[in-house]
């Protein structure tokens, strides 16, 4: 009874979001008054203007892309200081970020993986100029010299593909132009920040240009850990060249490479002993942490990240008129060592002794990607697509549980060694859409997966005199499918609904294999630009679907993923951005999500637990941003532009567990820019002050029965500097 009318109820406000869109839609002053688009614009020619993307792999309009895609461009990459994954996410809608150790966890309208094993798999498909990123280790080292960042809300499991549940973010970098570019910049803030970036654009003939371009990132850490060297630091360094070509009018070319080093403590763990009460029994409730998450003793030896990423892409595309070809590949080496401290405690005394570490923790994944696509001459009655993908990841995992009695004789209490470990993934796909006449269209999609894993090498109870030689193997096949209907009411005003499926493989822990996850997706949309192109509101309502999710929990010693049985998400968005004026611009978002497990039975430390009608981590029922934006001209020409914005959400949990332990209060979080440029904009000087509040926010939060300890993670706190720029 109570699964009935939670269908009706969400079937009854999808039904009601699409009556209302239609009714926006025509009767908008758009649609009763084209005619008066021919009449003199108030803004003389100003506009909001048009993003180009490629969310659906191929070329098109954000606003005639019937996907819920949030775009970042350029300008706000680097008014936002966006040099990593996390920076980001700090500013798209309905997208969080979390973490696991070292290990980088991403959120989409409450979808996400907090398996971060190195046979798990994420939610999000994360990639770098089209080349997929398998591994949460090493994605939040830099992103830099980029042309937008796209974020994919939903499955996008017919063109991404596996591991694309809760949808997909597109880091595109800036490509090599057939004109003479470069700048230089710097930035200097608090925590001893400093960050130099640079590229240089030059072409070298009508055919052949090159765009070389570098980064530095370096702090201090957030977190005083003395007597341990400080946590939450940063020191990258990060180099990139292309070398674009077009030998003929037909062919053209991109080869890409790339380095990315990255050092220093790396994530910093808060830890507190686990409170038990008379029964012993955990007490859920979360203990006093640190002020302002910055200052706490941790044990011996100081922790260290280092990763190495090497990276090499090309991307070719013959034009045979009626279609074209394209082919799309990348390799990727990461290496990857830390020493990281698990309880986050000086001398305390956990399960095995004190000072738990992964002493030395190391992996050495190597991707290669391959896709190959044709697709039919746009702007006919068909637009057309059909493909086929090759990936394959080789890694090598070593790791060590130690603990440490003092600071030089360490006690090891666990191995774990997969010299052969990898994963192997094919799939074939094709999507088109018919336009039935000049403003409805239907689409179509279908994508066939095939997986395979493997896993060789022991496990070392050396704790409990316990060896176990492993040897692991699974496969898996999925088809999944996309369908819409997309109604382009004016040229300004487009709805559309569509229907999705996505999977995620699945996988092995030490005690038991787990099955893949999959994800049906209902939604409907509204694009709509009003007012001469000065005002665009977007509106989007979903249900999600999702059966047998992956979820992770520690039990004693050893990891376990375990499938959920049923979730069920529904929601709504709204994005405005209103051009006031040709100098002031306001910008608003608003989320809302109802994310529940539905069926929901684990194993837990104490005997089964049932966990249905709990949250998902990372799901807040409301969150939204708010930015304001002015430029005052100056006499001379030059000018002064200020900037303020801000996030609110709701409380929301890190662990499926729901406990107040975990629990992240709701919270805001403002930065505020000011920046000066000439008239000839030819340099810019920015001050800027992000997390006006100093707020402690929670990047993970667990009760760890390993180390006997509740662990935590933070974000970033206030941070302030000067950013300048030179452009010649």
Known sequence: MNSRFHGRRTYRALAMAGVMQTAMVVCSPAAIAQDAQDAADPHEGAGLGEIVVTAEKRESTAQRTPISVAVIGAESVARNGIGTLSDAVKVLPSVQFGRNFANSIITIRGVSSRDTDETGDPAIAISLDGVYFQRSLGINDAMFD????????????????????????????????????????????????????????????????????????????????????????????????????QPTERLEGLVTAEIVRSNGVGAANYGYPLIFDDTGAVVHEKPPLPKGGKTWALGYPSGYTDTETTAFRWNLKYDFGPFEVSYLGGYRKLKFESLIDLDGMEDHAGLYGTNTYFAPQSEEPTTTSHELRISGEPNTSIDWQVGAMYFKEKNDVYTEL?????????????????????????????????????????????????????????????????????????????????????????????????????????????VAPYGPENITAYEIGSKNRFFYDSLQLNLAAFYYDYTDQQVLQFVGSQTIIQNAGKSEYYGAEAEIQWLVSDKTKIEADVAYLHARYKEFAIAGANGNLDLAGNTPPQAPDWSGNIAIEHQFVLGDGASITARGQTHLQTATHLQFYNYNSDRQAGYSRSDFTLGYQPADEKWLVEGFVRNIEDKVILTAAQEQSLVQAYIYQFADPRTYGVRFRMNF
């Open 146 to 245: 980029l042309e937008r960042i796209e974020a994919l809300k939903g499955p996008q499991g017919t063109l991404y593909g596996r591991s694309a549940t809760g949808g997909a973010i597109n880091f595109i970098s800036a490509k090599p132009e057939k004109f003479f570019d470069a700048y230089v910049g710097g930035t200097i803030g608090n925590y001893g920040a400093i960050i130099t970036e640079g590229m240089l654009n030059v072409p070298l003939s009508d055919t052949v240009q090159v765009r070389a371009a570098f980064q530095t990132r370096s702090h201090e850490g957030y977190r005083n850990n003395a007597p341990a060297r400080d946590g939450d630091d940063q020191d990258t360094k990060a180099a990139r060249i292309h070398v674009a070509f």
């Open 402 to 510: 130690s603990y440490f009695n003092n600071s030089n004789d360490p006690d090891v209490a666990f191995i774990f060694s997969y010299p052969d470990l990898g994963t192997e993934s094919k799939a074939v796909f094709g999507q088109a859409t018919f336009h039935v006449t000049d403003q409805f269209s239907v689409e179509g999609g279908i994508r066939y997966t095939n997986d395979k894993k493997w896993r060789d090498g022991y496990a070392d109870y050396a704790a409990f005199d316990l060896f176990i030689p492993i040897s692991q193997s699974a496969e898996w096949n999925k088809t999944t499918w996309h369908g819409g209907l997309n109604y382009q009411a004016t040229p300004d005003n487009l709805i559309y609904a569509k229907y999705d499926t996505g999977y995620k493989p699945g996988g092995y822990t030490d």
